[in-house]
């Protein structure tokens, strides 16, 4: 069996003299699931995402990434080991599509004709034809051709462990919709670690392993679909009350 | 025009002024540069150090020009009449809006691409070079522009410690009470600020389709 | 541009007031004191003192315009400066034309106050010794010196240009222009070895500096004189009165000792006035 990808160890986090963003977190993530952290705002999902490549540091325990802890990584080495989306897409603008997806080969010296054709099969992998979209600019795009980027960006690095803050929540829902179930067909043929961020269920359910549902800083439950929709936890019932009455 | 008939007639001289006063600004805004955008990084990056790099630089605008050329004078090694003295001076009239401006450009990066930059795994250097100072550029270059312009203003009155420039004909006139003169120091003065005002505006457009294009 | 910053300012005058105007450098400060407080004193009329209004064309502008009604010339500044009249060396005639050529314009040269202040070629002590310059046509020897002035010296027809012909001086690098108050400390500094500054400076001799000797006689007579528009001395016989008594009281010895009470000892201008005043009958 694999060993775990990422694990939280009594994992607390809070910023100076604020509350808890993240109370007592124990988890682990075995090499390969997708696991979705599903909660309401504020419920600290984002935050447990941040601990795992270093874009923050736990206050208390310790965040495992490969079976390293995270402040045991050189930070710079772990990020280019993880791909990012984030719901903003965060491409630079001064770049155009290429550079953008690119940017982590380059920064890992791959030589640039290796990097031109892992650009290539990276868009056409999220559905862009190269010929059309490695020379425009993100500001010439739609905001569903931004976040394929973004997740060709993700990936161009072939990294482990991929990290997704709610990429689809700033879409219109018919793309939303479409880009939804691309992405469930691709991720199952990656094999990566996936930890993606939602507050949305019928987006956690389309493709989960697991579900990990934290609620006010901590995790309530741990477990696959069925098992978050027969939960009698009121946080689980809370969220399970958001699908359709046929499907609760 | 009286002035111009007089700038034609002493153009041997009228030219070495001139020189003389662009010379001072443009050294002096290079060094307020080399100076000013690494403390607009500091100030951004170190945000515990940004009250007192603003707050410095406010502090050297406020001192009016001639005292500060005053304040200079007795100091060893930077003082004593002449250019360095002014330049010194121009310098430090220049880093206000050159910090400014650096501090500026840099927070108005879009947080989502810093964040992205960040955890792509690029390093402190990377990301300004790649992707912090492009971006922020329009906004330094502006600073820049407004530094520039000053700085022919300021220049002008280098003139009463020694230090050359279109100011000496200025204050000959002002001494004379002799208009034309004036204005064949001043005029001049205009031009080149105007003329800067105008290059480095151009220089601002040109980068700017680069490094501005921000997704609606 | 500055004649109606004048005109501004002339609408601010109250009515029976002596203004009592001074060119911008120490002494000419400290002679406007003395000549405040003398008419304070004597003719008991209110003062108003617009001292270091600039050089000496913002001073003949504002005389003629009214804006001050007193200030200390120089004779030689008056022929050949205002009056462009190429410069003479006779005292008495130059001091006449003056005297007469104002009165057409109702200003009055009163008594000359009994000394002189020329433009003075001036360097540095241990350079006079060691090279042997004392005199004006000594410099002719040092091309590679670098020479300071005054915006005056620079502009007017008894400046640089006359004394260059005259002495057939001629500097390697451009004399450079900076503030009067500047030149010594230029010299002391060594970022100049030649300035022109004035005869009754009184630091000239506390900064181990000397006065080169005009021998080609370039340069014309410079007595001070107060010089005072005529309608204010017919209205108050008092201020003429005290103006006279100024007449010859003043040796360029005792000016050079007054600067030097100023500029060397740091004492302000009024009190050293008021001590001036006090010691003269």
């Known amino acids: ?18 509350p808890p963003r ?38 208390r ?87 394929r980027v973004g997740v060709a960006r993700a990936l161009a690095g072939d990294p482990p462990l991929l990290l997704m803050d709610e990429p689809f929540g700033a879409l219109d829902p018919p793309t939303r919709t479409e880009i939804r179930s691309e992405f469930a067909t691709l991720a199952r043929s990656l094999g990566k670690t996936i930890v993606f961020v939602t507050h949305d269920l019928h987006e956690a359910l389309s493709f989960a392993d697991r579900i990990a549902l934290l609620a006010r800083s901590r995790l309530v439950f741990l477990g696959g679909a069925q098992g978050l929709l027969e939960s009698s936890e009121p946080e689980a019932r809370a969220f399970a009350r958001t699908l359709p009455r046929r499907l609760q | 025009m009286g002035f111009l008939g007089f700038l034609a007639a002493n153009r041997t001289e009228a030219a070495r002024l001139a020189l003389e006063h662009a010379g001072m600004v443009t050294l002096s805004t290079g060094v307020a540069v080399a100076i000013g955008v690494p403390l607009g990084i500091l100030a951004v990056r170190r945000p515990a150090h940004e009250w007192w790099i603003l707050g410095f630089a406010n502090l050297l605008q406020t001192i009016p020009s001639l005292a500060l050329f005053g304040f200079l004078i007795p100091l060893p090694y930077i003082g004593g009449i002449g250019a360095r003295t002014a330049i010194v001076a121009l310098v430090l ?119 501005n294009r921000t997704p609606p | 541009m500055l004649a109606l910053a004048f005109g501004l300012l002339a609408g601010c005058r109250p ?135 005054g915006y005056e010296f620079m502009e007017r027809a008894d400046g640089f240009a006359g004394l260059a012909r005259t002495y057939g001086l001629r500097f390697d690098q451009q004399p450079r222009t900076l503030d009067l108050g500047l030149l010594y400390r230029a010299l002391v500094d060594h970022q100049a070895d030649v300035a022109a500054g004035n005869s009754t400076d009184g630091l000239i001799a506390s900064l181990g500096l000397r006065v080169l000797t005009d021998d080609r006689g370039y340069f014309p007579p410079y007595d001070a004189v107060p010089v005072a528009r005529r309608s204010v ?20 010895e005792e000016m050079r000792r007054l600067n030097y009470r100023v500029d060397g000892d740091k004492v302000s ?13």
């Open chain 1, 1 to 18: 069996m694999s060993a775990a990808a990422v694990e939280f160890r009594g994992v607390s986090f809070s910023g100076p003299g604020a």
């Open chain 2, 93 to 211: 009239y220049a880093l206000l809006p050159i910090i400014r401006g650096t501090h500026a450009g840099l927070l108005s990066i879009d947080p989502a691409v810093r964040e992205a930059a960040i955890a792509m795994g690029m390093d402190s250097w990377q990301r300004l070079r790649d992707v912090e100072l492009p971006l922020a550029f329009g906004v330094i270059l502006s600073g820049i522009r407004v530094a520039t312009v000053i700085s022919v203003g300021v220049a002008t009155i280098a003139a009463a410690i020694g230090a050359g420039g279109l100011g000496v004909y200025i204050f000959r006139g002002v001494s004379m009470v002799d208009n034309r003169l004036i204005l064949a120091g001043a005029a001049p003065a205009a031009a080149m600020a105007i003329a800067a005002d105008l290059g480095i505006g151009a220089l601002s457009r040109r980068f700017s389709r680069a490094t």
């Open chain 1, 22 to 59: 993240v109370e007592d977190l124990d988890l682990s993530i075995p090499s390969g699931e997708l696991l979705v952290l599903l909660g309401r705002s504020g419920s600290g999902k984002t935050t447990t995402l941040k601990l795992i490549n270093r874009l923050l540091t736990p206050s």
């Open chain 1, 61 to 147: 325990g310790e965040v495992l990434v490969e079976g390293k802890t995270t402040t045991a990584w050189t930070a710079i080495e772990l990020r280019r080991r993880i791909g990012y989306v984030i719901q903003e897409g965060g491409l630079f603008p001064h770049f155009d599509v290429a550079r953008n997806v690119g940017l982590v080969p380059v920064l890992l010296g791959w030589d640039p004709d290796r990097v031109a054709e892992r650009v290539r099969e990276m868009l056409e992998l999220v559905g862009l034809d190269p010929r059309s979209f490695a020379d425009r600019y993100p500001d010439e795009l739609s905001g569903g051709e931004r976040q």
């Open chain 3, 233 to 252: 001395l017919d209205r108050h016989p008092a201020v003429r009165a005290a103006l006279e008594s100024l007449g010859g009281r003043i040796s360029a």
């Open chain 3, 269 to 281: 201008a009024e009190q050293v006035a008021r001590e001036f005043l006090s010691s003269i009958p």
């Open chain 3, 15 to 149: 009515a029976d007031r002596v203004v009592v105007g001074s060119k911008n450098f120490s002494e000419q400060v400290l002679l406007g004191e003395i000549v405040a407080q003398s008419i304070e004193r004597r003719a008991n009329v209110p003062v108003q003192r617009r001292l270091g209004l600039g050089g000496t064309f913002v001073c003949d502008h504002a005389l003629r315009a009214g804006e001050i009604d007193v200030y200390v010339e120089y004779t030689g500044t008056a022929f050949t400066a205002i009056l462009k009249r190429a410069p003479i060396s006779d005292r008495a005639r130059v001091l006449a034309e003056v005297r007469n050529t104002y009165a057409e314009s109702a200003i009055e040269w009163t008594n000359p106050l009994g000394f002189e202040n020329a433009f003075a070629l001036v360097v540095r002590g241990e350079d006079s010794e060691r090279l042997g310059v004392r005199k004006i046509s000594d410099l002719a020897a040092h091309p590679d010196w670098r020479a300071a002035f």
